[in-house]
T-cell receptor, first 110, second 114 residues
Framework: GQQVMQIPQYQHVQEGEDFTTYCNSS?????IQWYKQRPGGHPVFLIQ?????EVKKQKRLTFQFGEAKKNSSLHITATQTTDVGTYFC??????????FGAGTTVTVRA | EAGVTQFPSHSVIEKGQTVTLRCDPI?????LYWYRRVMGKEIKFLLH????????ESGMPNNRFLAERTGGTYSTLKVQPAELEDSGVYFC????????????FGPGTRLTVL
């Protein structure tokens, strides 16, 4: 079945620095979604990418979908303490079932 | 608009006991999903309801898990008998029908089996 790998599992970032988390699927995806889970919270939808090579920005967050629609990345610039949490990518195959990555847990050093 | 709600928020039971988790989706959302996250692992799909029908239950671990959605509103997930490996956070998510893929997650139920 479809598998989604996400790296790194943990990311310790100095406040103000940039970082990127990567997501790779074993199969071509219909779309990919990104979710953020704050400590003690639940996953909250951030964005969905559908088109090959698509790039979307949300303030300091930049999301990319690969040309082959098998990989994606999330880049955060000038990390802030509010960015703390676990970021999940979730790939959708030919049905509405989402396959989640294991998440990247981000901590920020002030 | 109220979000997805789940009950209970935490449950601690002993191996062999039965636990029933409940999910109330956002009103009007026909699609309801159950997921489970074991500590440090991915959020794993369990099953998908469209209204009261099971659309996909390929993620259910075994026959100790029973999900229902009578009337197409709230859903329950029963684990009987519970085993140690069933521990984790069980999330419910709902989605409208149509072209949108956005799923709205509930706060989760943290299940601990001792």
């Amino acid at each position: 079945g479809q598998q989604v790998m996400q790296i790194p599992q943990y990311q310790h970032v100095q406040e103000g620095e940039d970082f990127t988390t990567y997501c790779n699927s074993s199969t071509t995806l219909s779309n990919i979604q990104w979710y953020k889970q704050r400590p003690g919270g639940h996953p909250v939808f951030l964005i969905q990418l559908v088109k090959s090579g698509e790039v979307k920005k949300q303030k300091r967050l930049t999301f990319q979908f690969g040309e082959a629609k098998k990989n994606s990345s999330l880049h955060i610039t000038a990390t802030q303490t509010t960015d703390v949490g676990t970021y999940f990518c979730a790939g959708r195959g030919n049905d509405y079932k989402l396959s989640f990555g294991a998440g990247t847990t981000v901590t920020v050093r002030a | 608009e109220a979000g997805v709600t789940q009950f209970p928020s935490h449950s601690v039971i002993e191996k062999g006991q039965t636990v029933t988790l409940r999910c109330d989706p956002i009103s009007g959302h026909d699609n309801l999903y159950w997921y489970r996250r074991v500590m440090g692992k991915e959020i794993k799909f369990l099953l998908h309801f469209v209204k009261e029908s099971k659309q996909d239950e390929s993620g259910m671990p075994n026959n100790r898990f029973l999900a229902e959605r009578t009337g197409g509103t709230y859903s329950t997930l029963k684990v009987q008998p519970a085993e140690l490996e069933d521990s984790g956070v069980y999330f419910c998510a709902s989605r409208t029908s149509g072209s949108t893929d956005t799923q709205y997650f509930g706060p989760g139920t943290r299940l601990t089996v001792l």
